[in-house]
C-alpha cells in the first residue's frame, strides 16, 4: 500500500522523520511524507506519530484534465476489494490550481464512478451504507488527481487530553513538532512562560515518556474488516510497555492568566501529568529559575490574534531578558511577528518556516548569548 502521512506546512521533514524512527522507509514531500507498507503499518504510524494530522492510504493517481477522465481513472480503482457491501463510503474533495476546479462537481463524479464500479463489479444495485464508514478524499493538484481512503478518522491531533479550547491555543501535532525542532532534551528543564493550555508542556512530556500519541483513542481503520484487529492489539500493547510514565524530566510552565492556568491545570490532569508538571501564576517579567540547563519554548502572543503589537513587542522584550537572566538557556519561540528578534535583543542561529493555523510564522531558536 502507498501511504501518505499528512503534515502541515514546514513539518513534512519531522514527519518523515517519525516514520524513518518508526521504521519505514518514509520520503519528505509538499503536504505530507510518503511510506509504503501494509494496513498494521497504517495502524502503527497512527498510534505513534505525534506531528502528523493523519494517514491516508493512497488508492491512485492520474493526471486528469475533464470530468470523463476523472470518471475512468476512479472507476479504474478495485474498491470491490476493499468495500463491504454496507460500507458508508462519503467522498470529499479539494482543487487546487487544477483544470477541474469545481469541488462538487469532483466529489460527485468520484462517488457516481465509485458506485458504478461497484454495480458492473458485484452485481448489485442499492448501497445500503449502513456498515463501516470508509471516508475517501478525491485531491486535484496541478491537475494530478489523487483517490485516498482515511485510515485515521478524528484528525490525529485529538489524543484525547484537551477538551477545552483556550484562547489561540497550539495545535498538538505543531507542539510536539516544535518540542522536536528545538535543542531541548529531558535532561535539560524545559519552561514554557507563556503556558497558555499547557499543550507545550504535555507533548514535552509525553516524548519524554515515550508515549505513543494515540495509545488512549481508536481509528477509523479499526472498524474495517480488512484490518488485522489482532496485529493492532499487539502494537498497541507494545506501545503500553514502551510507555515510561516515570521517566526522568522537569517541566514548568507558567502564564500571567489565571483562566488560562486553570484550563491548563485541566489538560494536564485529563494527561494523566498533574503531579509532573508544575505550574504557576506569574508575568513573565518577574519569572526567574534557579537552573543550569534551561530551555524556554514558547508561544507567545504574536499581536494577531491575542493582545495588540505593542503587548507582543512588550511580551517579546520580557522573553529575551528572561534569556539573559539565564545564562546558558535557549529560547526557542513560535511567533508571526516579524519584529521579534528586535524586540527580544536576540538572534536567531536557525529558524524555520512553518504555520500555526492559517497564520505564517517563524520558528526561532536561540542558544547563543544575546
Ligand atoms: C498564544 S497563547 C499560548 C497558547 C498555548 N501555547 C496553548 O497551547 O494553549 C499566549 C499566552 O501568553 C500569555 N501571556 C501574555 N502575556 C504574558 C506575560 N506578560 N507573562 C506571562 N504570560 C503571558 C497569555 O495569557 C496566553 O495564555
Not at 487546487?96 to 462537481?105: F, G, T
Not at 485531491?139 to 490525529?156: F, N, Q, V, Y
Not at 538557556?329 to 528586535?342: G, H, M, V, Y
Request: with cysteine.
Amino acid at each position: 500500500m502507498d501511504l501518505i502521512a499528512t503534515a502541515a506546512f514546514g513539518l513534512e521533514g519531522v514527519v518523515k522523520q517519525e516514520l524513518q524512527d518508526l521504521g519505514f522507509d518514509a520520503k519528505a514531500e509538499q503536504g505530507g511524507a510518503r511510506f509504503e507498507s501494509d494496513l498494521t503499518g497504517a495502524f502503527k504510524a497512527n498510534l505513534w506519530l505525534a506531528c502528523a494530522d493523519r494517514v491516508l492510504w493512497i488508492l491512485g493517481e492520474q493526471k486528469v484534465t475533464s470530468f470523463e477522465a476523472l470518471f475512468d481513472f476512479v472507476s479504474s480503482i478495485p474498491f470491490e476489494d476493499i468495500l463491504p457491501k454496507d460500507a458508508s463510503f462519503p467522498v470529499n474533495g479539494n482543487c487546487v490550481r487544477s483544470r477541474l476546479m469545481s469541488v462538487s462537481d469532483c466529489q460527485r463524479i468520484a462517488k457516481k464512478a465509485i458506485v458504478e464500479r461497484l454495480k458492473r463489479t458485484c452485481k448489485v444495485n442499492w448501497f445500503p451504507e449502513t456498515g463501516a464508514r470508509y471516508p475517501f478524499t478525491i485531491t486535484l493538484h496541478k491537475d494530478i488527481a489523487r483517490l485516498t481512503l482515511d485510515t485515521s478518522g478524528e484528525a490525529l491531533h485529538r489524543r484525547g487530553y484537551r477538551t477545552w479550547v483556550g484562547e489561540a491555543p497550539l495545535r498538538e501535532t505543531l507542539a510536539a513538532a516544535l518540542i522536536r525542532l528545538s535543542p531541548w532534551t529531558p535532561e535539560q528543564t524545559l519552561v514554557d512562560p507563556c503556558c497558555g493550555s499547557g499543550t507545550l508542556l504535555i507533548e514535552a512530556a509525553f516524548m519524554a515518556m515515550d508515549r505513543a500519541s494515540g495509545l488512549n483513542r481508536s481509528f477509523i481503520m479499526e472498524d474495517w474488516a480488512q484490518t488485522d484487529l489482532a496485529a493492532c492489539q499487539r502494537l498497541r500493547e507494545q506501545a503500553k510497555q514502551l510507555f515510561m510514565p516515570d521517566a526522568q524530566f522537569e517541566i514548568f510552565g507558567s502564564d500571567i492568566s489565571s483562566e488560562a492556568l486553570s484550563l491548563c491545570r485541566r489538560h494536564l490532569r485529563q494527561a494523566n501529568l498533574q503531579n509532573r508538571i508544575r505550574i504557576a501564576q506569574s508575568d513573565l517579567k518577574d519569572f526567574r529559575l534557579a537552573r543550569d540547563k534551561i530551555c524556554f519554548i514558547t508561544n507567545p502572543p504574536y499581536g494577531e490574534r491575542l493582545g495588540d503589537r505593542q503587548e507582543a513587542a512588550r511580551v517579546a522584550r520580557a522573553l529575551g531578558d528572561l534569556k539573559r537572566a539565564h545564562p546558558g538557556a535557549a529560547l526557542c519561540a513560535i511567533t508571526a511577528d516579524q519584529s521579534f528578534e528586535k524586540h527580544a535583543r536576540c538572534r536567531a542561529g536557525s529558524r524555520r518556516r512553518l504555520y500555526n493555523g492559517r497564520l505564517e510564522c517563524e520558528f526561532l531558536v536561540m542558544k547563543g548569548d544575546c
